[in-house]
């Protein structure tokens, strides 16, 4: 049961994606239940999310019961087979809790070599975006291509904020600092989405905070694969990013600028 190859490991992926799309968008349909806060009031969850998550965890389990799984509400499996799963079911849950129609499911599979597949299911617009190591990242049937952008003057960037007020004051103060030196910045919220359209070229680069695997792995492979650059941070301030991605040609300009941004704060 150990033997995984990356296009077995995809296959696994999509059709989990799928199930958890088509369940939270039949859910969608009726008001919101079991919403409670996690790490600030402002940080919710929901039956929703939990559903999607028990969904994608059975489909994982059922064809790879000796893999370990990661995933955001709280399912864990320890593994024996090497290979383990990092699984957000829903990224975006207060875009869809208030029925703004942006969010997305984020499934990973990696080895100890790092990321070997990743899908992210945008279940609103029906795009899925797919990448495994060494293979390429696609949106559908197409094949992706980061940007060939070198000015970041004119450079579109994608951030998020996080849950903690404190946090997102420093984060403003950030982006005062960006602002001036690229042409705008977005945020959507949906750090698995800012990924995917930075590999897609629809954003130019991206920087968030986020910090825990499932919220970005999928989407720094699917950048990778597209010929972009993910640089990983550490930083001590967790208001400071630490995940900073875009096309090869405005990346080390990028991660400079953001490291004057956050000087001295």
Known sequence: MSDLTAEAALAIATD?????????????????SGIRSKSSATDLVSEADE???RAIVAAIRTRRPDDALIAE????????????????PLDGTINYLYGIPHWSVSICCADTNGALAGVVFDPIRDELWSAVRGGGAYLGERRLAVTDKRDLASALLATGFGYVAAQRATQGRIIAKVLGDVRDVRRFGSAALDLSWVAAARFDGYFESVEKPWDWMAGALLVREAGGRVTELAPADPAFPRIIASGPGIHDELVALL????KGL
């Open 16 to 32: 989990a994606a799928h199930e958890a799309g088509a369940l939270l968008i039949e859910l969608r349909r009726s008001p919101a």
């Open 51 to 53: 559903r999607a998550e």
């Open 259 to 262: 490291a004057r941004a956050t």
């Open 73 to 88: 509400e709280g399912s864990q499996a320890l593994g024996s087979s090497g290979f383990s799963w990092y699984v957000d």
